[in-house]
């Protein structure tokens, strides 16, 4: 299997790869950008040569990138819209610069417009960017699959695959899934039974060859709960059963799976998480 977790950049892009490698990841997703602010210095020739050497030198890929938190591509005010879109347009060019091949994003929240209004303003917008980001070698972007806290979008299937529909570049569209987010949303994936049935309406509504990503992430708010927050594997109420069939699901073992769960500046829970991860496997 693909196995890693979201490592920081802190003191430049390429150190992702350092912390990475030596957590054991095969694979690691970043922020090309501080995820909680709208500006970002541009990447210099040396930034980018250090990432593309590195990733390299470590051999991790693919690399994911995840967006800002602050952008909102359905903010009903005006304003903040635009800005969302701008900051997505250079969340865009950085994975074409770095070479990153996914950018996986919150669909959005519509803030009381309405789920209709938000998902079509979400997908209007992503069709407007995949337009100025038309040259060959364009990120694909992922719809994350969320929890559905407030007015989020994306706690269904049935949004991301509406927001898919809409789009007219279809090479540019896939889905990341996350396994905190849809237990609160409300799939049962905590016996491998009902993860399985999870899968099959994943693939009835979505497609399996559209799943690109996965988080890997226990959750501490419970089945349902609408409310978003990581837990250690195992210690939450997804449970390990979940994670050990999908450790064995021969058929992902392409797809990147990514650990967003918390831990302290060494990365200390990220190489016991892994540990676990891999002895799940058979
Ligand atoms: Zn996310
Ligand atoms: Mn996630
Ligand atoms: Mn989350």
Same mark, same amino acid.
């Given at each position: 299997?693909?196995?890693?977790?979201?490592?920081?950049?802190?003191?430049?892009?390429?150190?992702?790869?350092?912390?990475?490698?030596?957590?054991?990841?095969? @694979? $690691?997703?970043?922020? %090309?950008?501080?995820?909680?602010?709208?500006?970002?210095?541009?990447?210099?020739?040396?930034?980018?040569?250090?990432?593309?050497?590195?990733?390299?030198?470590?051999?991790?890929?693919?690399?994911?990138?995840?967006?800002?938190?602050?952008?909102?591509?359905?903010?009903?005010?005006?304003?903040?819209?635009?800005?969302?879109?701008?900051?997505?347009?250079?969340?865009?060019?950085?994975?074409?610069?770095?070479?990153?091949?996914?950018?996986?994003?919150?669909?959005?929240?519509?803030?009381?417009?309405?789920?209709?209004?938000?998902?079509? @303003?979400?997908?209007?917008?992503?069709?407007?960017? $995949?337009?100025?980001?038309?040259?060959?070698?364009?990120?694909?972007?992922?719809?994350?699959? @969320?929890?559905?806290?407030? %007015?989020?979008?994306?706690?269904?299937?049935?949004?991301?695959?509406?927001?898919?529909?809409?789009?007219?570049?279809?090479?540019?569209?896939?889905?990341?899934?996350? &396994?905190?987010?849809?237990?609160?949303?409300?799939?049962?994936?905590? &016996?491998?039974?009902?993860?399985?049935?999870? *899968?099959?309406?994943?693939?009835?509504?979505?497609?399996?060859?559209?799943?690109?990503?996965?988080?890997?992430?226990?959750?501490?708010?419970?089945?349902?709960?609408?409310?978003?927050?990581?837990?250690?594997?195992?210690?939450?109420?997804?449970?390990?059963?979940?994670?050990?069939?999908?450790?064995?699901?021969?058929?992902?073992?392409?797809?990147?799976?990514?650990?967003? @769960?918390?831990?302290?500046?060494?990365? &200390?829970?990220?190489?016991?998480?892994?540990?676990?991860?891999?002895? *799940?496997?058979?």
């Amino acid at each position: 299997m693909l196995l890693g977790a979201h490592m920081s950049i802190a003191g430049g892009v390429d150190r992702a790869f350092d912390h990475g490698e030596r957590v054991g990841c095969d @694979t $690691i997703q970043i922020f %090309t950008k501080s995820s909680n602010q709208w500006n970002a210095k541009p990447l210099s020739d040396e930034e980018i040569n250090q990432f593309k050497l590195k990733q390299e030198k470590t051999g991790i890929a693919p690399v994911v990138a995840h967006d800002s938190y602050l952008i909102n591509l359905c903010s009903p005010d005006e304003e903040n819209q635009k800005k969302s879109i701008n900051a997505f347009q250079i969340e865009m060019e950085r994975c074409r610069i770095l070479g990153i091949p996914y950018l996986v994003m919150h669909p959005g929240s519509h803030l009381g417009q309405g789920e209709e209004w938000g998902l079509e @303003t979400i997908a209007s917008n992503l069709n407007d960017l $995949i337009k100025k980001d038309s040259a060959p070698g364009g990120v694909m972007i992922l719809l994350e699959s @969320t929890a559905g806290q407030g %007015t989020n979008l994306g706690y269904k299937f049935e949004h991301l695959k509406t927001i898919m529909d809409l789009i007219e570049t279809k090479d540019r569209i896939g889905v990341c899934v996350d &396994t905190a987010h849809i237990l609160a949303a409300g799939y049962d994936i905590r &016996t491998s039974e009902g993860f399985e049935n999870v *899968l099959s309406e994943f693939d009835s509504v979505i497609g399996l060859d559209n799943l690109k990503a996965i988080h890997l992430n226990d959750s501490k708010k419970e089945y349902e709960s609408r409310v978003d927050r990581h837990e250690q594997i195992g210690k939450g109420f997804v449970g390990l059963e979940a994670f050990r069939y999908l450790m064995n699901r021969k058929d992902f073992s392409r797809i990147p799976m990514l650990l967003e @769960t918390p831990k302290d500046k060494d990365n &200390t829970e990220d190489i016991e998480n892994l540990k676990l991860l891999r002895s *799940l496997i058979h």
